[in-house]
């Protein structure tokens, strides 16, 4: 498969375990946060996202928080499966300036240990 | 239904040669993005079209461009390429009109790289 990235911060957790991975941002006038899973040869996949008027969202299994007062974001995975080894993105955005482009964090590898 | 289609999956150029990467996006989407993924950069937003005209461009060069066509598919150039041009290019289409960020559908990206 292809490589994401090669110096990524790795997260490693045993299979059935909840998994949090964290993201920082640092504009303070991003209003729209998404999450995106990629798996080795494909493209991102979207998984959840929230607005800047709420803090907390959940999906099937995943959870997302959003802080904004110390910009902070973080995605929960609960039970996690060998499928969810991934990289995880998060990505933000200023709906107000009606410019559509997302602003993509580093991103993080979740290896799933059976 | 179809996902968002990049042609061609893998390509290899020399510098200062030229690349024109395509994009289908799901069908009735409007709206294409692109976006560079490298190792150092990560992914970077390059341009987003929306009935055939540039809506918003990130910040490179002359050198990286882009058009719609009337049935939505989208392609973008490179000119005088560069070994840093050497990325995985995905494109993205989505329902939502400009301004308004929605749920993006990537597709599998074209993985250029430049000898």
């Known amino acids: 498969g292809e490589s994401v990235g090669l110096h990524l911060p790795t997260l490693s957790v045993q299979e059935g375990d909840n998994s949090i991975i964290n993201c920082a941002y640092s504009?303070?006038?991003?209003?729209?946060f998404i999450w995106y899973k990629q798996e080795s040869g494909k493209g991102p996949q979207f998984i959840i996202d929230i607005r800047s008027n709420m803090d907390k969202r959940q999906g099937q299994r995943v959870t997302v928080l959003l802080n904004k007062t110390v910009k902070h974001l973080s995605l929960q995975i609960a039970a996690t499966q060998p499928g969810d080894s991934a990289v995880y993105f998060c990505?933000?955005?200023?709906?107000?300036?009606?410019?559509?482009?997302?602003?993509f964090g580093s991103g993080t590898r979740l290896q799933v240990q059976p | 239904k179809a996902g968002v289609t990049q042609t061609p999956r893998y390509l290899i150029k020399t510098r200062g040669q030229q690349v024109t990467l395509s994009c289908s996006p799901i069908s009735g989407h409007r709206s294409v993005s692109w976006y560079q993924q490298t190792p150092g950069q990560g992914l970077q937003f390059l341009f987003e079209y929306f009935s055939e005209t540039q809506r918003n461009k990130g910040n490179f060069p002359g050198r990286f461009s882009g058009r719609q066509f009337s049935n939505s598919r989208s392609e973008m150039n490179v000119s005088t390429l560069e070994l840093g041009d050497s990325a995985l290019y995905l494109c993205?289409?989505?329902?939502?009109?400009?301004?308004?960020?929605?749920?993006?559908?990537f597709g599998e990206g074209s993985r250029l790289t430049v000898l």
């Open positions: 504009n303070s006038a991003s209003d729209y």
């Open positions: 993205a289409s989505s329902l939502q009109t400009p301004g308004v960020t929605g749920e993006l559908f």
């Open positions: 990505a933000e955005n200023t709906l107000g300036t009606g410019r559509r482009a997302l602003t």
